[in-house]
């Protein structure tokens, strides 16, 4: 009796559990569909503009070689003419309009480039990655352009190599395009006169750590330029926002795209007036 009564009352029990349990089972199978459904419209969108994208940068090609020969032709013309006539005259206002327009077809050529890099397929091709060698590698090729700015690129490389499952390639280009922003932010605060974090040295760092018992690497790209100010900080990770006249908007959201591809994240820290210190964190092998 005792036995049958137990088991009515587990089976009062059971019923309502199995019916939240299919409830949550199939709410989550209705998330993971819309998650896949968006997934879809994104890569179908990604590749129009992708596409659109290629089609104008094959007639801005064009239109960059024609503006080339168009300069030389002046340039050919200007030599024949005496100095201070009017012909002169007009040759010069239009060999600085042709300036001008390479100047704009250069810098929309980088933006398509830049938006090509960000709207692309990413597919990467991991292989278990010595972090500190990757790092070291990148110091050396970018040491030339530190220099240029009067900037020492300085590393602290973890004393056991962090090892992880990385694209190479990728996670360099995602690495200086933090390491590009932190030089030309220390440079454009020392020349403006901007307040800053008083040095001139550039730190790459990598370290491990545990999370949840989980093993993982962070990479440190440290700078003492004049800071990000909290209202910029929430938006610098947006496309196209650029607090530079000169930037796409592009680099940082390239970045943080190719390390969540890697399962990893990349945050920041910054103090106005002494530096910024931004971070990748990555799942170790």
């Not at 012909?87 to 810098?107: K, N, V």
Request: glycine fraction near 8%.
């Amino acid at each position: 009796m005792y036995f049958w009564f137990g088991l009515g009352i587990g089976v009062l029990i059971a019923v309502p559990l199995v019916a939240w349990a299919s409830r949550r089972t199939e709410q989550r199978v209705r998330r993971l569909e819309r998650r896949a459904q968006a997934a879809e419209r994104l890569a179908e969108l990604g590749t129009l503009t992708g596409g659109l994208a290629h089609e104008i940068k094959n007639p801005l090609s064009t239109v960059n070689l024609n503006v080339q020969l168009l300069k030389e032709d002046l340039r050919d013309a200007a030599a024949e003419l005496p100095a201070g006539s009017v012909g002169s005259e007009r040759l010069d206002r239009a060999q600085r309009r042709i300036e001008s327009l390479t100047r704009e077809t250069q810098r929309l050529r980088v933006i398509l480039e830049d938006f090509l890099r960000f709207a692309g397929q990413v597919k990467l091709d991991l292989h278990p990655t010595n972090i500190n060698v990757l790092v070291e590698e990148l110091v050396d090729f970018f040491a030339p352009q530190a220099q240029a700015a009067k900037i020492q690129l300085r590393t602290q490389l973890a004393a056991n190599p962090p090892i992880a499952p990385a694209d190479a390639g990728l996670l360099k280009q995602a690495m200086l395009n933090l390491i590009i922003n932190a030089t030309q932010a220390m440079d454009e605060a020392r020349n403006k006169n901007i307040a800053h974090g008083g040095c001139n040295e550039l730190i790459i760092r990598t370290d491990r750590k545990k999370t949840g018992g989980q093993d993982e690497l962070q990479i440190h790209v440290t700078d003492c330029g004049p800071g990000i100010p909290a209202e910029r900080l929430e938006k610098i990770f947006q496309p196209y926002y650029s607090s530079k006249k000169t930037g796409t908007g592009l680099g940082l959201p390239t970045t943080r795209r190719i390390i969540e591809e890697h399962g990893g994240t990349v945050s920041v820290h910054s103090e106005v007036g002494k530096g910024t210190d931004f971070f990748i964190t990555l799942p170790a092998k």
